[in-house]
């Protein structure tokens, strides 16, 4: 069943009134859509904008139709980077729904702070289609060539799974708002939706993989182009031309192809407690593609994944993640163009 516009507006001045009651904002809310802030003397009424996804274009086009004069706030359950910039050069306040608030009344009042997330059961649309693998491995599929829409049959045969699976997802992903109408990615905002997902179980080992047992770890160092451990994260990131000083004796963190090689790889070559001690890290990646295609790099020792795999683990530092992102723009493969 299908929300209408009403409830729709209505949700998002719920999830605002929460959000402006959490900071201790004062307003006033004359109706179930209507809401009217008040910064000190003043009350200043609300124009609200709820959407699903918020991207760029679609920030833009909002802002080009508004009427300036007025207090414009946009809600949505995911509002891209991309889109976050526009807004705040309009003076549009937005809340995304994942926590955090962003408004701004006149020259003197602005309020930027992370608040409780308001997604939940039965509001959360935006986020159902990448929890399941086939929308995972689609987001994966058209990240790593944006300009071109992916071939389900292809990327069906890659991730293993059904071309209808694939083909559902697909749909999914494009009422939602995370894909345009043919299946290619929108911006920053599928990049970040892909993030969320991206949650591989890292394992720390107490020593690092070597060359006399490359065999027995199925390290398979020597070709590219068959599936084996593929350098992940920092060094990955390194090797692709991002700018991250590190020591010599940096651990190295590696994607591995099956749940048997990470067995393997932590009966042989141990696992520790103290992750600070860690010698290298393991862990499967969500999408077989990190490791099925590797690349061989100047002044690296490893093959290493795809720049966008490394750039997703990177993407999961909040801390150091948004500044690295920023100022790296990979150099290669042949297709990809920086979606971050």
């Avoid at 000190?40 to 991207?55: E, I, M, N, T, Y």
Wanted: aromatic fraction near 6%; hydrophobic fraction near 45%.
């Amino acid at each position: 069943m299908r929300t209408t516009r009403h409830d729709q507006d209505a949700a998002a001045v719920d999830d605002l009134d929460a959000a402006l009651r959490e900071l201790g904002v004062p307003f006033d809310r004359p109706s179930d859509v209507d809401l009217v802030i008040r910064p000190g003397r003043g009350r200043v009424p609300v124009a609200l904008h709820s959407v699903a996804v918020a991207s760029a274009s679609s920030v833009a086009g909002s802002i080009s139709d508004a009427t300036p004069s007025k207090l414009h706030v946009l809600v949505a359950d995911r509002i891209s980077r991309d889109a976050r910039a526009l807004l705040d050069a309009a003076g549009w306040g937005w809340l995304d729904r994942r926590g955090e608030l962003s408004l701004r009344v006149g020259d003197d009042y602005l309020i930027r702070s992370q608040v409780t997330p308001r997604l939940g059961p039965g509001r959360d649309r935006a986020r159902g289609p990448i929890r399941s693998r086939a929308g995972v491995a689609y987001l994966a599929a058209a990240l790593e060539r944006p300009d071109e829409t992916p071939v389900l049959r292809e990327v069906a045969r890659r991730a293993g799974l059904s071309h209808v699976a694939l083909s559902n997802a697909r749909a999914s992903l494009i009422d939602t708002g995370l894909l345009d109408d043919d299946g290619r990615p929108l911006e920053s905002v599928t990049f970040d939706a892909l993030t969320e997902s991206w949650t591989p179980d890292v394992v720390p080992l107490a020593v690092a993989p070597q060359p006399a047992a490359a065999e027995i770890l199925g390290l398979r160092a020597d070709d590219p182009t068959a599936s084996g451990w593929a350098l992940t994260d920092t060094l990955g990131a390194i090797a692709w031309g991002a700018h991250i000083t590190v020591t010599a004796d940096y651990p190295p963190d590696f994607y591995v192809p099956t749940r048997r090689d990470l067995d393997r790889a932590v009966h042989l070559l141990g696992r520790v407690d103290d992750f600070t001690e860690r010698a290298a890290t393991v862990a499967v990646a969500p999408v077989p593609f990190a490791t099925d295609c590797r690349y061989r790099m100047p002044d690296t020792e490893w093959l290493v994944t795809h720049p966008l795999y490394a750039a997703l683990v990177i993407a999961r530092d909040r801390a150091r993640g948004p500044e690295i992102l920023a100022a790296w723009t990979p150099f290669g493969p042949e297709g990809f163009r920086r979606s971050w």
